[in-house]
C-alpha cells in the first residue's frame, strides 16, 4: 500500500475517501476538515492582505486599502495567531502527504508574519515598499469585471492614498539609501497613472457625472500624496548624502554642511549575518544552515573551475590552434568562453530556434525514460505580448492561482529593439550551448513541466505559498541533470553549462557575503567578472539586485543542492532499484513545497 500511495497520490486520495462500507473513515474526514479549514484561511487572509490579493487574481476586496500603520500589524498578528490556534486543532500525523506539507507551509507563513513585523521590520527602511501602483494596476487585469465598476473600486482605494502615504511617513526611520532612490523612481512612474491610464479610462466608461467628479477628486488627493511622500524622500537624499549634492552644484552649501555632520542618517542595506541566518530559514526552509550552504557553494565553485580549467585544455587546439594558452586558468578559460561564444544563432532565428529546440528536448526525454511528459499539453511558444515587454529573452508565463483554464505561455522577446550592438552581446551569452540550457530551465523539464505536475495535486496553499527555492531549484537541477544524461553531449555544453551553474552558485556567494560579510561592490564585481566570467554589465545588474534583496538570490543554489542530494541518497537507499524516471515523477507529485518537506515524506514512503 505503502509503494501505491508514493507513485499514485492522487488517485489514492480519493480512495482513502471512503473505506469498503461506504463510510467515511476518521482519516478521511479529518482531512476533508482540513481542506475546508485551508479554505477559510485563504478567504480570511484576503481580508487581512487585500492588496496581496487583488495582485493574485482574487478581486472581492479590490475597494480596500489597508493604511500601514500599527493597528494593521497588530491585526496580521491576530490573524497569524489565530490561524495557529485553528492549526493546533489538527492531528498533523493524521493529515495526508498533500495537507502536511500545506499544514507546514502555512506555519511557515504565520513565522515569517511575526518575523517581518518583530525582527525584519522592513517597513521602518524599506521606502520602496510603500507603492500603491500593483493594488491599482491589477484591479484594471481583472477580466471579469465591467469597467465601471473597476473604476470605482479604484476610487475607492485613491481616497484612501493621502492617509496610506501619512502613515508610511510615520513608519520611516533610518531609511536604506538603496531603497529610498528606488521609491523614489517608482513612485514616479507611478505619476504616469494619473496622466494617461486615468483620464483614458474615465473617458471609456460610463460613469455618471457625479462618479467622474468623485474619482477626480480622489485621484488629485491621491496625486498630490503620491508627489509629497516622493519629495519627502527626495529631501532626504538631498539633505544627506554629500555625494548628491557634488553632482548638483546649484545646491545650497549650507545644506551640504548639514550632511556632512550627518553620517548616519542611512543605514547600510546590508542586514548583517544575524537577521541573513533568520530569514534564510524562513524563506528558503531549508535544513541547511545559510553557513552550511555557503561552504557547499564555496566547493562547488572549485568544482566548477577545476572541470572549466580541464575542458579548456582539452578544447584549447580546436579553437586557438596558433594562440599560446595563458598560465593563469581564469584567464585561459575565459578566452575560450569568448571564442566559443561566437557559436550564436542569428538575430532573426532566435525565436525559431528556440521553437526548434523544444521538439528536441521531448524527444531526447521520452527516449531517455527522465519523465513523463504531457503529450496532450505542449508548450506554447509566443513573441511576448507588448504590455510584458521590459522583460528580456523568454520566460515562462504561467496563470495565477484564480485563473487556472488560462494556457501556460512560454514568452519570448524577439531582438528587434536591440542594437546591432546589443543584439551581438545579448546572442553572444545566449549562444548555441546556453540558449538549450536556458529552454531546459524555463520549459522541459524545468518550469514547465515542473507546473504541469504541480496542478495535477492542486492545493491553493502551494498555489500562493509556493516555496521558491523548490521552485528554483528544479529548473536548475534539471539543467546538470539533463547533462549528466548526456543531453547533445559535447565538451563545449560542458563548459557552457558549467559557466552557467557557476552563475547559480555564484548568486548564493555574493548574497550571503554582501549581507554577512560586508562585501564592497569591487570584491563582488572580481567575484562575477574574473571568476564567474561574466560581462560586467550583467554583474552590475547583480550588484544592485543584491543590494535591493536579501535571500532572493540563494534560492537556486540551495534548491538545486537540496534536490541533487536527495536524488543521490534515495539512489544510496534503493540501489538497483532506483528508477530515474520514478524518482522525479515522484518528486514533482508533492508540488511546490519546501524540499525539506519533501524529502521527508519520501523517505518515510520507502
Ligand atoms: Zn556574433
Ligand atoms: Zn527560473
Keep these: 500500500m505503502k509503494k501505491i500511495l508514493l507513485f499514485l497520490p492522487i488517485i489514492c486520495l480519493f480512495q482513502a475517501c471512503t473505506?469498503?462500507?461506504?463510510?467515511?473513515?476518521?482519516t478521511a474526514m479529518l482531512n476533508d476538515n482540513f481542506n475546508q479549514f485551508k479554505t477559510r484561511f485563504i478567504e480570511d487572509m484576503w481580508k487581512v492582505y487585500p492588496m496581496w490579493a487583488t495582485s493574485v487574481g482574487y478581486h472581492k476586496y479590490d475597494s480596500v486599502l489597508v493604511i500601514p500603520d500599527k493597528e494593521s500589524r497588530d491585526n496580521e498578528l491576530k490573524f497569524a495567531q489565530e490561524t495557529e490556534d485553528s492549526l493546533k486543532t489538527f492531528k498533523f500525523d493524521s493529515l495526508d502527504a498533500n495537507n502536511k506539507t500545506d499544514y507546514r507551509m502555512i506555519i511557515n507563513f504565520i513565522d515569517g508574519v511575526r518575523f517581518n513585523i518583530k525582527e525584519f521590520k522592513a517597513f521602518e527602511w524599506d521606502?520602496?515598499?510603500?507603492?500603491?501602483?500593483?493594488?491599482?494596476?491589477?484591479?484594471?487585469?481583472?477580466?471579469?469585471?465591467?469597467?465601471?465598476?473597476?473604476?470605482?473600486?479604484?476610487s475607492d482605494r485613491l481616497a484612501k492614498v493621502p492617509a496610506y502615504f501619512e502613515a508610511?511617513?510615520?513608519n520611516i526611520h533610518k531609511p536604506t539609501k538603496e531603497h529610498t532612490e528606488l521609491a523614489i523612481d517608482q513612485n514616479s512612474g507611478m505619476l504616469d497613472f494619473f496622466k494617461s491610464v486615468f483620464p483614458d479610462s474615465l473617458k471609456k466608461s460610463k460613469l455618471n457625472s457625479e462618479e467622474v467628479k468623485e474619482f477626480n477628486k480622489n485621484a488629485l488627493a491621491a496625486q498630490k500624496a503620491i508627489e509629497g511622500f516622493k519629495n519627502w524622500l527626495l529631501m532626504d537624499i538631498m539633505v544627506h548624502d554629500s555625494a548628491y549634492f557634488r553632482a548638483h552644484d546649484s545646491i545650497n552649501p549650507a545644506i551640504l554642511s548639514h550632511a556632512k555632520n550627518d553620517s548616519t542618517f542611512f543605514r547600510s542595506f546590508r542586514i548583517g549575518k544575524e537577521l541573513y541566518d533568520k530569514k534564510f530559514l524562513m524563506d528558503i526552509d531549508s535544513r541547511y544552515t545559510a553557513d552550511e550552504i555557503y561552504?557547499?557553494?564555496?566547493?562547488?565553485?572549485?568544482?566548477?573551475?577545476?572541470?572549466?580549467?580541464?575542458?579548456?585544455?582539452?578544447?584549447?587546439?580546436?579553437y586557438l590552434p596558433t594562440v599560446k594558452a595563458p598560465s593563469d586558468t581564469l584567464t585561459k578559460i575565459k578566452m575560450l568562453l569568448d571564442t566559443i561564444s561566437a557559436n550564436h544563432c542569428g538575430r532573426d532565428e532566435f525565436m525559431q530556434t528556440i521553437e526548434n529546440q523544444l521538439p528536441e528536448l521531448t524527444s531526447f526525454i521520452n527516449t531517455n525514460h527522465i519523465i513523463g511528459l504531457d503529450p496532450t499539453k505542449p508548450l506554447q511558444v509566443r513573441k511576448t505580448p507588448e504590455y510584458m515587454t521590459g522583460i528580456a529573452g523568454a520566460s515562462i508565463n504561467a496563470p495565477g492561482p484564480y485563473n487556472k483554464d488560462a494556457a501556460t505561455y512560454y514568452n519570448v522577446t524577439p531582438l528587434t529593439a536591440y542594437s546591432a550592438e546589443q543584439a551581438e552581446s545579448y546572442l553572444r551569452e545566449y549562444n548555441h550551448y546556453v540558449l538549450q540550457i536556458l529552454n531546459i530551465h524555463e520549459a522541459i523539464p524545468g518550469h514547465y513541466t515542473q507546473l504541469i505536475y504541480a496542478n495535477r495535486s492542486p492545493s491553493i496553499i502551494k498555489a500562493i505559498f509556493g516555496n521558491n527555492a523548490m521552485i528554483e531549484g528544479w529548473a536548475c537541477y534539471v539543467e546538470r541533470m539533463m547533462i549528466e544524461q548526456g543531453y547533445n553531449?559535447?565538451?563545449e555544453m560542458q563548459l557552457?553549462?558549467?559557466k552557467w551553474n557557476l552563475r547559480e552558485t555564484c548568486n548564493f556567494l555574493l548574497d550571503h557575503n554582501i549581507h554577512c560579510n560586508n562585501w564592497s561592490k569591487d570584491q563582488v564585481m572580481d567575484l562575477l567578472v574574473r571568476e564567474g566570467f561574466q560581462q560586467k554589465t550583467e554583474a552590475e545588474g547583480k550588484w544592485k539586485r543584491a543590494s535591493l534583496s536579501q535571500v532572493q538570490l540563494a534560492c537556486y543554489f540551495t534548491g538545486a543542492t537540496e534536490i541533487y542530494e536527495l536524488r543521490e541518497e534515495m539512489k544510496q537507499k534503493e540501489g538497483s532499484k532506483f528508477n530515474l524516471k520514478k524518482f522525479h515523477e515522484d518528486f514533482l507529485s508533492y508540488g511546490s513545497a519546501p524540499v525539506k518537506e519533501i524529502r521527508s515524506l519520501m523517505i518515510k514512503n520507502k
Excluded at 128 to 133: C, H, K, L, Q, R
Design 19 to 26: 473505506n469498503k462500507s461506504g463510510t467515511k473513515s476518521t
Design 127 to 154: 521606502p520602496s515598499m510603500y507603492n500603491v501602483g500593483d493594488a491599482l494596476f491589477y484591479i484594471m487585469d481583472n477580466k471579469k469585471a465591467p469597467l465601471e465598476e473597476k473604476l470605482r473600486h479604484i
Design 168 to 170: 508610511a511617513k510615520k
Design 295 to 318: 561552504q557547499k557553494a564555496l566547493d562547488r565553485k572549485a568544482v566548477l573551475h577545476k572541470e572549466m580549467s580541464d575542458l579548456s585544455d582539452k578544447l584549447w587546439s580546436k
Design 489 to 491: 553531449a559535447s565538451p
Design 496 to 498: 557552457f553549462y558549467d
